[in-house]
């Protein structure tokens, strides 16, 4: 668990260059302040300086290492609707397409990063400190956006889409017909490439791949086939040295999702990010929801606390479960919730540091 107690990065990560490079690259894609730099929240830089954490005592050889650089091979984002998923995982999947996504050693005074140094002529230069780690565009990404449905993928692949043809991206990459073609490589349109993956998708399942976008793993179920396709992309990711990211809503634990066996599993290369409410708040009792509410949708500015509590109180009517889940962001199971609050808070006591 990576649980911020006070959003402090005090590790060597590429967070802060690929902080840099998104705003450069990546435009809000809609809303009123479309067109404008995206520009990350906290917790959504948090999880992306998680992402880029290199291990502690780390040796460069001028080797390339691939997934072995990063203290995480997974990260996992669990957090309530309307939080801008979708938009920052469209902005992570851009940094593996042909930002700086993987290590390349230790800054000395004076190293800078230049976009202009690997094919980009939008400008950008960011200039390290001395012991910062450096970062390098992938050779050869194969990258999956992976979902249950089409309709799922577009959480992803419509604000990725939207970065491409507004912003400085387009010269690097092109929109095609179901896919998303990484210009300036060699082997043709079957190299270099991001796809938009479902369950259906068997001839892509499977197949190498340095980076995948798995979103809303709380609806991945053997039943659907989609605990299937998490094990073929992981076994594609192996092989190629690559990672992934997760992002889904609270689950219910009576479906036995991807997402829950990845949070069971606590493996110390397995990074979740997870804020649930506090315990002593309850959905059931109405007076708490906005509290709730405020506390699980802090570090998303532009979330309207009274549209969304609106709408909750709506559902809750019929489905007090899937309100909860969805905007209180709650782990339940079936009607009620999976484990009494303070159990989980036990079970995590020194959840705010990393492993």
Same mark, same amino acid.
């Given at each position: 668990?990576?649980?911020?107690?006070?959003?402090?990065?005090?590790?060597?990560?590429?967070?802060?260059?690929?902080?840099?490079?998104?705003?450069?690259?990546?435009?809000?894609?809609?809303?009123?302040?479309?067109?404008?730099?995206?520009?990350?929240?906290?917790?959504?830089?948090?999880? +992306? &300086?998680?992402?880029?954490? =290199?291990? $502690?005592?780390?040796?460069? /050889?001028?080797?390339?290492?691939? !997934?072995?650089?990063? *203290?995480?091979?997974?990260?996992?984002?669990?957090?309530?609707?309307?939080?801008?998923?979708?938009?920052? +995982? &469209?902005?992570?999947?851009? =940094?593996? $397409?042909?930002?700086?996504? /993987?290590?390349?050693?230790?800054? !000395?005074?004076?190293? *800078?990063?230049?976009?202009?140094?690997?094919?980009?002529?939008?400008?950008?230069?960011?200039?390290?400190? +001395?012991?910062?780690?450096?970062?390098?565009?992938?050779?050869?990404?194969?990258?999956?956006?992976?979902?249950?449905?089409?309709?799922?993928?577009?959480?992803?692949?419509?604000?990725?889409?939207?970065?491409?043809?507004?912003?400085?991206?387009?010269?690097?990459?092109?929109?095609?017909?179901?896919?998303?073609?990484?210009?300036?490589?060699?082997?043709?349109?079957?190299?270099?490439?991001?796809?938009?993956?479902?369950?259906?998708?068997?001839?892509?399942?499977?197949?190498?791949?340095?980076?995948?976008?798995?979103?809303?793993?709380?609806?991945?179920?053997?039943?659907?086939?989609?605990?299937?396709?998490?094990?073929?992309?992981?076994?594609?990711?192996?092989?190629?040295?690559?990672?992934?990211?997760?992002?889904?809503?609270?689950?219910?634990?009576?479906?036995?999702?991807?997402?829950?066996?990845?949070?069971?599993?606590?493996?110390?290369?397995?990074?979740?990010?997870?804020?649930?409410?506090?315990?002593?708040?309850?959905?059931?009792?109405?007076?708490?929801?906005?509290?709730?509410?405020?506390?699980?949708?802090?570090?998303?500015?532009?979330?309207?606390?009274?549209?969304?509590?609106?709408?909750?109180?709506?559902?809750?009517?019929?489905?007090?479960?899937?309100?909860?889940?969805?905007?209180?962001?709650?782990?339940?199971?079936?009607?009620?919730?999976?484990?009494?609050?303070?159990?989980?808070?036990?079970?995590?006591?020194?959840?705010?540091?990393?492993?």
């Amino acid at each position: 668990m990576i649980l911020p107690t006070n959003w402090c990065v005090d590790f060597p990560t590429l967070g802060d260059l690929w902080d840099a490079w998104a705003q450069a690259h990546c435009l809000i894609p809609d809303g009123y302040r479309r067109g404008e730099a995206f520009v990350w929240s906290d917790w959504q830089f948090w999880c +992306a &300086a998680n992402f880029g954490r =290199i291990r $502690a005592g780390l040796q460069w /050889e001028n080797i390339p290492l691939g !997934a072995r650089a990063f *203290t995480y091979r997974r990260l996992q984002v669990i957090a309530p609707q309307k939080t801008g998923k979708g938009p920052w +995982a &469209a902005s992570m999947t851009a =940094i593996q $397409a042909v930002g700086p996504a /993987e290590f390349d050693g230790w800054a !000395a005074a004076g190293d *800078t990063y230049r976009c202009s140094d690997w094919g980009c002529s939008c400008g950008f230069v960011f200039p390290y400190q +001395a012991g910062e780690p450096k970062g390098r565009p992938h050779p050869s990404p194969l990258i999956q956006l992976t979902a249950t449905s089409e309709d799922q993928v577009e959480n992803t692949y419509r604000p990725l889409r939207a970065m491409i043809q507004m912003g400085p991206l387009r010269h690097q990459m092109a929109v095609r017909d179901g896919f998303v073609r990484i210009l300036g490589g060699l082997g043709g349109d079957d190299a270099d490439r991001i796809d938009a993956v479902t369950a259906s998708a068997d001839s892509r399942v499977g197949n190498p791949v340095t980076f995948c976008e798995q979103d809303e793993t709380g609806l991945w179920t053997k039943r659907n086939r989609m605990t299937k396709v998490a094990d073929a992309q992981r076994r594609g990711l192996a092989g190629m040295g690559g990672r992934a990211i997760e992002t889904t809503n609270a689950y219910d634990s009576a479906e036995q999702s991807v997402a829950q066996t990845t949070l069971e599993a606590n493996l110390a290369d397995i990074a979740t990010f997870y804020i649930p409410p506090p315990k002593h708040l309850r959905w059931e009792r109405k007076r708490d929801r906005r509290r709730i509410l405020e506390a699980v949708y802090k570090g998303s500015p532009w979330v309207n606390i009274d549209a969304v509590l609106a709408e909750a109180d709506e559902i809750s009517l019929r489905d007090p479960e899937q309100a909860e889940r969805f905007f209180g962001n709650r782990i339940t199971y079936s009607s009620g919730s999976w484990l009494p609050a303070e159990l989980w808070e036990e079970h995590y006591a020194m959840a705010g540091e990393s492993p």
